[in-house]
Structure formats: structure tokens, C-alpha cells
């Protein structure tokens, strides 16, 4: 599977504002906790790869739920398209210790409040992530690299309807715009 995702930095009130115009479908709020880790064996920020343990709150449904994913490096220079790989994880402190134990090192952990929302079958998400700011991601997947630049025209497009620049699009992660603050 591929994600195509496309992040511009937005001030969240009026995109919500023009979701609910759009008859967009409303599917909660999550808190999110990343931690990211580095490989013994190579750097992620050098391979352009990301491995991290997701924590997940929804305080709607009193559900929690943790996963592992594995992201590739980035497939084109228009958009963070990349292949990714999850799997849910029975125990976040578990996992972590099997990975520390393997010499994997935690890197960093993001904190962040995502609103998510689906529109003519694309994810858009509102997110808010402490000491970096507030974004929106619009998101496709597709199971085949070849329909990659058809998806994210639609995203751009998707972009344009929620009157966000698709130019002003940010490639770098949360986690690497965390290091940067």
C-alpha cells in the first residue's frame, strides 16, 4: 500500500468551518503519542525512513490503541508519497522494550490532538501538535505506485476546495520539524 499526503500549515478553525460546509463526514478526535526510533544499524533521518510506536486516545469511544509503522523513504519530490506498513501491538511498553533490547533507540516522541474528518473518500485530518504548530493533511492511499500522481492531484484539489495552497505544502515530519523548534 502507498500513502499519498500532502501537509500545509492552516489555521484549523476555518478549514473545520469549511469541512462542515463541504458536508464532510466527522470521525473524532484522537491524541496521538509517536515515539520514533533510531536503527542500530542505519540513520533513518539519512534513509529518509521512519519507524515509530503510536499510542492512540479516543476520547469519544473510551478506546486506546497502539501500533507499530514502518515508513519508506519518500517516493517523489510533489508530496510525502511513501509505502507504509502497520500492525496493531498488544503492548506499547513491551514492544518498546523489544525494540531497545534489539538496539533501537528512541529518537523523539510527538504529542499531537488530530481531528479527522473523511471527504469523497479522502482523509483530512486537523492536526495540532504541541511546540510545532497547527496543520492539515489531506491523505489518499492506492495500491499501486503507478496511480500515485493521479492521487495527488486529487489531493492538491482537495487542498484547493478547503482554499489551502497545495505550494505551501511541508515534506518534512512532524518529528523532524519537532527537532528543528
Same mark, same amino acid.
Given at each position: 500500500?502507498?500513502?499519498?499526503?500532502?501537509?500545509?500549515?492552516?489555521?484549523?478553525?476555518?478549514?473545520?468551518?469549511?469541512?462542515?460546509?463541504?458536508?464532510?463526514?466527522?470521525?473524532?478526535?484522537?491524541?496521538?503519542?509517536?515515539?520514533?526510533?533510531?536503527?542500530?544499524?542505519?540513520?533513518? &533521518?539519512? %534513509?529518509?525512513?521512519?519507524?515509530r510506536? $503510536?499510542? @492512540?486516545?479516543?476520547?469519544?469511544?473510551? *478506546?486506546?490503541?497502539?501500533? +507499530?509503522?514502518?515508513?519508506?523513504?519518500?517516493?517523489?519530490?510533489?508530496?510525502?508519497?511513501?509505502?507504509?506498513?502497520?500492525?496493531?501491538?498488544?503492548?506499547?511498553?513491551?514492544?518498546?522494550?523489544?525494540?531497545?533490547?534489539?538496539?533501537?533507540?528512541? &529518537?523523539? %516522541?510527538?504529542?499531537?490532538?488530530?481531528? $479527522?474528518? @473523511?471527504?469523497?473518500?479522502?482523509?483530512? *485530518?486537523?492536526?495540532?501538535? +504541541?511546540?510545532?504548530?497547527?496543520?492539515?493533511?489531506?491523505?489518499?492511499?492506492?495500491?499501486?505506485?503507478?496511480?500515485?500522481?493521479?492521487?495527488?492531484?486529487?489531493?492538491?484539489?482537495?487542498?484547493e476546495?478547503?482554499?489551502?495552497?497545495?505550494?505551501?505544502?511541508?515534506r518534512?515530519?512532524?518529528?523532524?520539524?519537532?527537532? @528543528?523548534?
Amino acid at each position: 500500500m502507498y500513502e499519498v499526503e500532502v501537509k500545509v500549515p492552516a489555521d484549523l478553525e476555518p478549514v473545520r468551518t469549511r469541512l462542515e460546509a463541504l458536508e464532510a463526514t466527522r470521525e473524532g478526535t484522537l491524541v496521538q503519542r509517536d515515539t520514533y526510533y533510531d536503527a542500530p544499524h542505519r540513520t533513518f &533521518a539519512e %534513509t529518509d525512513e521512519a519507524l515509530r510506536i $503510536r499510542r @492512540e486516545s479516543n476520547a469519544e469511544s473510551g *478506546t486506546d490503541e497502539t501500533r +507499530v509503522t514502518y515508513k519508506g523513504p519518500l517516493l517523489d519530490d510533489e508530496s510525502k508519497s511513501r509505502e507504509e506498513f502497520e500492525t496493531g501491538v498488544g503492548n506499547d511498553d513491551t514492544f518498546d522494550s523489544i525494540l531497545t533490547n534489539l538496539g533501537f533507540e528512541p &529518537a523523539a %516522541t510527538v504529542h499531537k490532538e488530530r481531528e $479527522r474528518f @473523511e471527504l469523497e473518500g479522502f482523509t483530512v *485530518t486537523l492536526d495540532s501538535v +504541541v511546540d510545532v504548530g497547527e496543520y492539515v493533511e489531506v491523505e489518499a492511499e492506492v495500491e499501486d505506485e503507478a496511480d500515485l500522481a493521479s492521487a495527488r492531484e486529487a489531493v492538491y484539489a482537495v487542498l484547493e476546495r478547503l482554499e489551502l495552497d497545495p505550494d505551501e505544502q511541508i515534506r518534512t515530519s512532524y518529528l523532524g520539524l519537532l527537532l @528543528e523548534a
